[in-house]
Nanobody, 122 residues
Framework: QVQLQESGPGLVKPSQTLSLTCTVS??????????WSWIRQPPGKGLEMMGG???????YYRPSLKSRTSVARDTSKNQFTLQLSSVTPADTAVYYC??????????????WGQGTQVTVSS
């Protein structure tokens, strides 16, 4: 059973960079054809896919966040990371890492982390 676990600071100051790590166990982030994404949910709003990294190392981003978002991976640790720069209080949200099998032809996320609350405040 694949398990994902987010980690990182729960409080970030405005204008700083938010950094989160997702540690994957029970499966490899290089497994064909899995895609590993960061998804967030601001208070009172729906889920928003921010970006991610594919099994082959290629990255993808939500166009509206692309200029501030960077996703990378460390295959030796079976981890992938999120960096979101120039944060504002609007970036306050629960942040999830999740994955889906691209070979299925759908974007159904079958594995999720428990989520981590990140608050942007001075």
């Amino acid at each position: 059973q694949v398990q994902l676990q987010e980690s990182g600071p729960g409080l970030v100051k405005p204008s700083q960079t938010l950094s989160l790590t997702c540690t994957v166990s029970g499966g490899s982030i290089t497994t064909k054809y899995y895609y590993w994404s960061w998804i967030r949910q601001p208070p009172g709003k729906g889920l928003e896919m921010m970006g991610g990294i594919a099994y082959d190392g290629s990255t993808y981003y939500r166009p509206s966040l692309k200029s501030r978002t960077s996703v990378a991976r460390d295959t030796s640790k079976n981890q992938f990371t999120l960096q979101l720069s120039s944060v504002t209080p609007a970036d306050t949200a629960v942040y999830y890492c999740a994955s889906y099998d691209g070979s299925s032809g759908s974007y159904y996320y079958d594995y999720w982390g428990q989520g981590t609350q990140v608050t942007v405040s001075s």
